[in-house]
Each structure stands twice: as C-alpha cells, then as structure tokens.
C-alpha cells in the first residue's frame, strides 16, 4: 500500500504547504519542532480537516476537497500512536489491546493466535492485567503500539513515540520499533531525531518552516547538504555495510561500498549487514594519504560539492565509490588552505562511526 | 408504617416516585445538553446554556406559572400532548414529576458537564483512530470515564427533586394522593393549627432520605472513581 498527500493548511502565524509520497517500508517525516509534522500526520489520520488537500491511501481517497471528500477517521483504518501513548485509564492493558481489535473489521480482526503473537513480540504479556497509571512510559507507549497494530490498520502513524522517554526508554523501544517495522505494514514515523530515523527509516521526507525540503532514500536525505541546516549537529551520512571479518586484536572489518571500515563491535558473526552513520563533525579531510596517524578508517574519494553553511563552515560532499558519499564538515579556512575544489580526490579520517542499525536477516 | 398517617404516607411514595421518575426520564437530555455545552461550538451555546440555567434563577412561582400555561390542559404543549398522546401534566403527579425535572435539570447538567470537561478529549480522538464512530467513542470512552459524574448529578438532582415546592405547587396543586409531594404535605400540615407535630414526622422523613440518598451516592461513586481510575 502507499500513501500519497498534498496538503495545504493555513493555521495562525503558520501554513503547511507539504506534498509526499509513503510507499511500504518505513517512511519518516523529519524536522525540528514546529516544522508542521504533527499537523501534516493528523491530517493523514483525519483529525484535522485541511483547508485544501488531497490526500489517498492505497488507491482509495481519503481526504479530496475539491470533491468535498472526508473520511471521518474511524473508516481510514489508520492505526495511530500518540506522543503521550492515550491509553484509555478505564481499561486494563488487555481492555486497551482489545478496543483496537473490537472495532476492526469481521474480516480483518486478529485471531486469538494474532493477538499474542503481538503481545508476544511488544513484551506486554506480564502487564495484561495493569491499569494504564501503573504503567512506565516506555510500557504504556508498547501497549500504545499493541493496541494501534491490534485495530488491523492498513497504514501505521507514529508520532514521536519516543519523545517523552528517556534514553533508556528509547533503548528499550527501538528494538520493537525494529520488529514492528519488520512485520511490513507501511509506517509513517514522526522524528526529530536524525539517530532514530537513521536507524529506522528506508525514507525520508524533511519538512522545515510547513514545506517539504528534501524527500527520498534516508542515506541520500541525511547526506544532503540541503538538510544540514535543518539537523545542524546531526548532520551525517549513512553507510551500508556487512561484516567481512572478526580480527583477534577486538576489531570487526566491515565491507563497504566506500571500502574498508573498522569498528569495535565482535559481537556479530560474519556476513550481518549493518548501518553505519557517520556524522559530517567527525570527518577530516587530506590531499594527500596521511601518514604516521592514528586514524583507523581513511576513505579515498572525489569531492562531489562544496556548500556553505550558515555557521561559516563548509559542508563537502564526498563520492566514495559508485555506492556511497559521505560528508565532512570543515572550516573556510581549512577548504582555502587546501584549495579544495569540486573533482578533486582527497582522503576521509573518520574520528568516529557508530552503528545506526542491524538490518535484518 | 404505623407512626405515619396514610396521607403522610402517601405523600411520602408520591415524593420518591416523582423524584425517581423526573431524574431518569431527564437523565439522556442532561448527558446531551452537558455534552453539547461541553464540546461542541453551535450557534445558540449561550441561549441554550441560559435556557438550561433560567428555573436557578427564576422565582419557582414564575417557572411553576410558565410550566401551567404550557403544559396545562389548553397550554401550548399541554392540549397537543393530551390530545394526540393522552398524556396530561396538569393537576396530576406526572405534572409534579416534569415541574421537578425542570427545577433540578440545571444542577443535573452542570455536575454532568464539569465531568466531561474532565476528561481529555484526545482520548476520544484516540479511540476515532481505532475505528470506533462518534457515538461509539462517547459510549466507550467518554461514558465510563464520567460515571462517578453522572451519578453525582442524579443524586443532586434527586434531593433538588425531593425538596421541590415553589414550581409544583403553582403548577399541579396540592391535592392529597394526586399531587401532594413531601414538603407541600408539611406546608399543608403546617397550616393547621397544632399540627407541628405531624409535620416534625414528615421532617424526619425528609432528613433521612435526604441524608441516606447522599450516603449511598458517596459511596457509589467511590465505588465507581475506583473501578475506573483502576489504581
């Protein structure tokens, strides 16, 4: 199934002006606070009627107001899971589970087999007889999931499911996010966290200020220099890589398409395919081969662009390989004193690469 | 009941049925209108709230002489209803019963409505995500998370009912065995000379409901709180 939307939305002091498509797969809608997510996923849901939209799901239109379509939200069978979980406090975990599945369709209902399956893989099973008050957030945000999965949706929101936990919530969750993902129901999936959706999304569509100002593959998104005023810091490029070998000194050697990469992960058996972010921060560039360094992984490649960034740094992006860029943020005056220019070849230090996520299988 | 005449007596079942019955025929028009006041924007909240409001602030007597010359044998509504449905308010206790359920229906929907505003509506939101329509949200969620609310508004309206005068007299009388209510009994027995002492009895009967009404309703609605805040 995919989504598409266009959307346009005047509220006070703010307009989305938004076009995206979702196909299966996770697809994350990324920005700072404010950039009009929430507003943009409520409409999808039909909590929120556009001034002009058209927004349809699987060839079925949802929202088409130059025809003066609405579905009202209980006939999109859309599941949705808040920021702050809403769990109904008079039902008990297992009332929340079965008011998703009470209202799907006779066809479409979870069996008795489907329903543990989910409680089964969330990890709910000891918590079925609990009051939402007595839940922690990271349990009242699985039930959350349970409940929205049970109600056999065609389409999954998240909207910042993991906001208003704590990094060892979060740690606790993304590993169900993983699975849940896993299971194939298409996911639109709110962040602002570039970590998250690293380790997360397939795709990616950046909103800032109600417009959409990149959409595509989440490493090509995350890695254009178009995005980095929007995630600042966090501005990074994804790599895809597999694990070619355990060395004994504690060192994996992954395989990528820029080349070799060491990192300190044994714990995976030879073949895993992994995500690797490297954040443009943490990327030095040489003319030359360095020597005498204690760098480990030094990438060769070709300057693609050069841009400049508000900050007065300049943000370049490197082609390793057919496969692969990169990106390095380095001062203005590092790049004159280099003369760097788009078509040269030069070398990437990586000072740190972390695993963004262990693909399946 | 040997220490309460048979005219006491019946005052006394007279009261509780039109009590009973002005709570519970008021009851689903009282959770509408709360609800409508609570959530919904419309054009005419502000009438319509005021409507609700007005037999608060209006002389009984005046709201007594309203409901008469509405709903009395050749009223506006009253000769319609009487002809069509054979249903007759004036000078019998089902009169008594819709004079109570006007005096009482504006506390009955303010408790209501305090309720609602209570509860979160994104849980209602919620719950629309899930597939369920808007009556079936309201009778799921919404319904169960305001029942410690409603029953407090049948009790208040049940005692306002209980202790109705003004508005019942003026509307149906006060005629024995048809329309005579506890307090308008007392007033009766009041009138007569030396007859303090029937009415202290009647005064007792008065306290007690009234005492034991509020009881069970404290106790009910704890029950419930407990049973949905389910801590």
């Known amino acids: ?361 | 009941m040997g220490w309460l005449s048979s005219d006491e007596w019946q005052a006394v079942a007279l009261s509780l049925k039109v009590s009973s019955v002005a709570v519970a025929a008021s009851l689903p028009l009282g959770i509408l209108v709360a609800h409508a006041l609570a959530r919904w924007r419309f054009p005419g909240r502000g009438l319509l709230n005021a409507l609700v409001h007005l037999p608060l602030i209006l002389p009984p007597v005046v709201t007594g002489y309203l409901l008469l010359l509405g709903f009395g044998r050749r009223g506006v509504f009253g000769a319609p209803l009487a002809e069509w449905f054979g249903i007759v308010f004036a000078f019998r206790w089902t009169g008594a019963a819709l004079a109570a359920a006007i005096m009482a229906f504006p506390l009955m929907v303010r408790t209501i409505r305090l309720s609602i505003e209570a509860v979160d509506p994104r849980l209602e939101q919620a719950a629309s995500t899930l597939g369920a329509g808007r009556a079936s949200a309201f009778a799921t969620v919404t319904l169960p998370l305001i029942l410690p609310g409603i029953i407090a508004g049948c009790v208040i309206a049940f005692a306002k009912a209980m202790g109705e005068f003004g508005a019942t007299i003026t509307f149906v009388s006060n005629i024995p065995g048809q329309t005579q209510t506890l307090p308008t009994a007392i007033y009766s027995e009041l009138q007569v000379p030396g007859g303090e002492a029937q009415a202290a009895r009647l005064v007792a009967v008065s306290l007690i409901v009234a005492l034991g009404a509020l009881l069970a309703s404290e106790w009910l609605g704890r029950a419930v709180a407990r049973k949905v805040a389910g801590a």
Do not use: C
């Open chain 1, 1 to 361: 199934m995919s989504l598409s939307a266009t959307i346009h939305h005047r509220l006070p002091g703010f307009t989305l002006d938004a076009a995206f498509s979702a196909g299966p797969g996770v697809t994350a809608l990324f920005g700072r606070s404010g950039a009009g997510k929430t507003t943009l996923v409520n409409a999808v849901a039909g909590l929120l009627r556009p001034d002009q939209a058209r927004i349809d799901a699987g060839g079925a239109v949802l929202t088409d107001t130059a025809r003066g379509i609405f579905l009202p939200p209980h006939q999109r069978r859309i599941g949705y899971v808040f920021q702050d979980a809403r769990l109904f406090p008079h039902l008990s975990v297992s009332g929340n589970l079965e008011y998703g599945a009470r209202f799907a369709p006779r066809a479409a209902r979870p069996s008795r087999a489907r329903y543990s399956e989910i409680v089964d893989m969330l990890g709910i099973g000891s918590l079925l007889d609990r009051r939402p008050g007595a839940l922690s957030g990271g349990e009242r945000q699985r039930v959350a999931l349970g409940r929205a999965i049970l109600s056999a949706p065609h389409l999954l929101l998240l909207d910042e499911p993991l906001a208003a936990l704590d990094e060892a919530r979060k740690a606790e969750i993304l590993p169900y996010l993983e699975r849940l993902r896993d299971l194939g129901l298409p996911i639109l999936y709110v962040s602002h966290s570039a970590s998250e959706i690293a380790r997360l999304a397939g795709h990616v569509v950046m909103l800032d200020g109600g417009r959409v100002i990149a959409a595509g593959a989440a490493g090509d998104v995350l890695s254009d220099p178009a995005t980095a005023t929007a995630l600042g810091q966090e501005t990074g490029a994804l790599l895809a890589g597999e694990i070619a070998a355990q060395d004994p000194d504690g060192l994996t050697r992954l395989s990528t398409p820029a080349g070799s990469v060491w990192v300190a992960r044994p714990d995976l058996p030879v073949g895993a395919k992994l995500r690797l972010r490297i954040l443009a921060r943490d990327v030095m560039l040489a003319t030359a081969a360095p020597e005498g360094i204690s760098a480990l992984n030094i990438l060769a490649g070709k300057i693609e662009r050069i841009d400049p960034a508000p900050d007065g740094s300049v943000l370049v992006r490197l082609r390793l390989g057919d496969d692969a860029a990169i990106l390095s943020r380095i001062t203005e005056r590092s790049r004159r004193a280099l003369d760097l220019e788009p078509g040269m070849p030069v070398h990437a230090l990586l000072k740190s690469v972390s695993i963004a996520e262990i693909a399946p299988g």
